[in-house]
Nanobody
Framework: QVQLVESGGGLVQAGGSLRLSCAAS????????MGWYRQAPGKQRELVAG???????NYFDSVKGRFTIAREDAKNTVYLQMNSLKPADTAVYYC???????????????WGQGTQVTVSS
């Protein structure tokens, strides 16, 4: 069993910052790509930022220059530093990790439960 637990969401004023964390626990042989997604009310879930096992990152256009994704493999944890937040960033943020649970197993996607980020104007 693998669990992803997010933390760090909350209410912040426009222009403020938040740091999200997502820790994976359980039977983990390796964590491949990891990422953060968000879903606002009435909208589809979208990729915000992703990071490969080699450290290559990619970002949704609207967050480039404001958000930074990082990972700490020793802790199976991925972070999202969010600066210069805007009301349009308000959403539930989910982390996702592609995890292999044993040497012979396939890589499977796992999702966290989500954390609310609300940016007031």
């Amino acid at each position: 069993q693998v669990q992803l637990v997010e933390s760090g969401g909350g209410l912040v004023q426009a222009g403020g910052s938040l740091r999200l964390s997502c820790a994976a626990s359980g039977t983990i042989f390796s964590a491949n790509a990891m990422g953060w997604y968000r879903q606002a009310p009435g909208k589809q879930r979208e990729l915000v930022a992703g990071i490969t096992s080699g450290g290559t990152t990619n970002y949704f256009d609207s967050v480039k220059g404001r958000f930074t994704i990082a990972r700490e493999d020793a802790k199976n944890t991925v972070y999202l530093q969010m600066n210069s937040l805007k009301p349009a960033d308000t959403a539930v943020y989910y982390c996702k990790a592609e995890i292999r649970t044993n040497f012979y197993g396939n890589v499977r996607p796992y999702w966290g439960q989500g954390t609310q980020v609300t940016v007031s104007s």
